[in-house]
């Protein structure tokens, strides 16, 4: 349910891209392959995050989940950060690697700051899930993301430029953040294994 969640809304926003037309599609798509390429950078971070805390949980030290917990949120934030920083030096450099067409650089240039800005939230964001998958918590995750994707389509629909769907995407971002993060904090998902019987 959250993979198809976060699916519809990437396809959402495809689609409303190509409805407002065909250079806004284009721009639309330079911003999305960096999404994805910057995605798998901080999956990274996720993998380790997720592994480290079902070892923790499983053995019982919730303490240890958490404090590693932290420092991954941390780092995740510093590559966001670094990130964003790094597109918005790029905003004129980037997206000519993927087209010479000036309108469409236009557009992007237009939507740039806006990707840049959502960089540290999604880099967070990975974080979180990773945790929170380590921990079992799907169900969470599944509701979080289909509660995003609810405050997405609605903001997602009224836009008539890049900006705006980009505007909206920040919305389904700020939805994910709020609810991971409130699930972070309240340290529901910190469940330890269940104890060994003694022999």
Do not use: K
Request: charged letters at 10%; glycine letters at 8%; aromatic letters at 6%.
């Amino acid at each position: 349910m959250r993979t198809s969640a976060l699916l519809a809304a990437l396809v959402a926003a495809t689609s409303v891209a190509a409805r407002v037309g065909p250079t806004t599609l284009a721009a639309h798509q330079i911003a999305y392959q960096m999404l994805i390429f910057l995605a798998l950078a901080m999956d990274a971070l996720a993998l380790s995050v997720q592994a480290i805390v079902g070892t923790q949980l499983g053995a019982a030290d919730v303490d240890g989940a958490v404090a590693a917990s932290r420092r991954m949120i941390g780092w995740a934030l510093v590559l966001g950060c670094a990130f964003g920083a790094l597109l918005m030096a790029g905003i004129d450099l980037v997206p000519r690697a993927f087209t010479d067409d000036e309108a469409v650089l236009r557009a992007a240039h237009d939507a740039w700051p806006l990707f840049a800005v959502m960089q540290p939230a999604a880099a967070v964001i990975f974080a979180l899930d990773g945790i929170l998958i380590g921990a079992g918590d799907t169900r969470y995750l599944a509701a979080a993301m289909v509660a995003a994707l609810a405050a997405f389509v609605p903001a997602a629909l009224v836009a008539n430029d890049l900006r705006a769907l980009w505007g909206a995407l920040l919305v389904l971002m700020a939805v994910r953040l709020a609810t991971t993060g409130a699930r972070f904090i309240g340290r529901r998902w910190a469940v330890v294994g269940a104890p060994v019987a003694a022999p």
